[in-house]
């Protein structure tokens, strides 16, 4: 099937011109979003997915217009229509349209909700990544998951032309996350990951890799790991809800970034990052937690897909 849309109470060709020039998210980016995985036709930890939309949607006032029931149905109705068995759902819920002013619009202004339902092939074999250090410039909410993504999509596309995968974002002298992927580390058979507070975002991968780290008796510390002990890690790997889980084999470092130890830009933007010019300061030594974390990931998967059934 192609890539399906909605908008407002319609399903539609995602192409089609439906929304207002004067809506917010398209003039302000007032509004959040959730990506949810579709396995076997059913979509993955959706109820915590609708808890961390719900959350995000209180943390900057936006009436919700479902409840989380509404939010499951208008999903599962979403892939039955589209009838991939293996896809991603990107869901979007905006203040709405109105006459462009800073202040929020009268109470009788509807949410706008949008959604685009997407097929995926057969994930590749994962060979492990490269991250790039960078300071990390984003707001100091990213806690909610607001549609205002452009320090992420500056920092992701530095270390795409470093030749890295993702960026591995330091803040305060402290290692916390990546652009769009929950960042951990592996030191002596421990798993290290920042806490859930303001600065990162409460990933839904995140928290079910911390249900199987329960299950596989691996110890966990949530902590921000400082900078000046990554020589002392022996694993790290990143987790997203596409991305799933990805164990890195080097973290490279820029010199327009600055010296490590204050890890600021040094240039205004836009920044001209070149692989050639990047210094690989971290190798791998132990990926075996990792290993034995996406096993059981995997796992977990294969008997998501084996349920008949969504429980709405």
């Not at 998210?25 to 609708?50: A, N, T």
């Not at 509807?110 to 410039?137: C, H, N, T």
């Not at 803040?171 to 806490?195: C, Q, Y």
Request: net charge negative; charged share 20%.
């Amino acid at each position: 099937m192609p890539v399906i849309g909605y908008y407002n109470g319609k399903f539609l060709d995602p192409t089609s011109s439906v929304v207002p020039i004067e809506e917010r998210g398209h003039e302000f980016g007032d509004g959040v979003y959730e990506v949810i995985r579709v396995y076997g036709g059913q979509p993955f930890l959706l109820d915590w997915h609708i808890e961390r939309l719900l959350n995000s949607l209180h943390a900057i006032r936006i009436p919700s217009p479902h409840d989380a029931d509404g939010y499951k149905e208008l999903i599962v109705s979403a892939i039955q229509r589209s009838a991939e068995e293996e896809a991603s759902i990107y869901l979007q819920v905006t203040r709405g349209a109105a006459a462009r002013n800073h202040l929020f619009p009268a109470d009788t202004t509807v949410p706008s909700v949008s959604l685009v339902v997407r097929p995926l092939s057969a994930k590749p074999d994962q060979k492990p990544g490269k991250l790039l250090i960078q300071p990390d410039e984003r707001w100091a909410n990213s806690y909610i998951k607001t549609l205002n993504l452009l320090p992420n999509i500056l920092a992701k596309q530095a270390a795409h032309d470093a030749g890295a995968d993702e960026a591995l974002l330091v803040r305060d002298g402290h290692m916390i996350e990546s652009a769009s992927s929950n960042l951990w580390f592996v030191r002596d058979g421990k798993l290290i990951t920042a806490p859930t507070d303001r600065f990162i975002l409460p990933g839904i991968t995140r928290r079910y890799v911390l249900e199987l780290a329960g299950q596989l008796d691996i110890p966990v510390e949530q902590v921000k790991l400082p900078l000046s002990e990554l020589s002392s890690v022996d694993g790290i790997f990143i987790t997203g809800t596409i991305l799933e889980i990805l164990p890195i084999e080097s973290v490279l470092s820029h010199p327009v970034f600055g010296p490590l130890d204050t890890l600021q830009s040094g240039s205004p933007h836009p920044l001209d990052v070149k692989p050639e010019e990047c210094e690989v300061i971290w190798r791998a030594r132990d990926l075996s937690v990792v290993e034995q974390l996406r096993q059981a990931f995997d796992a977990g998967i294969t008997a998501f897909r084996a349920a008949t059934s969504v429980s709405i």
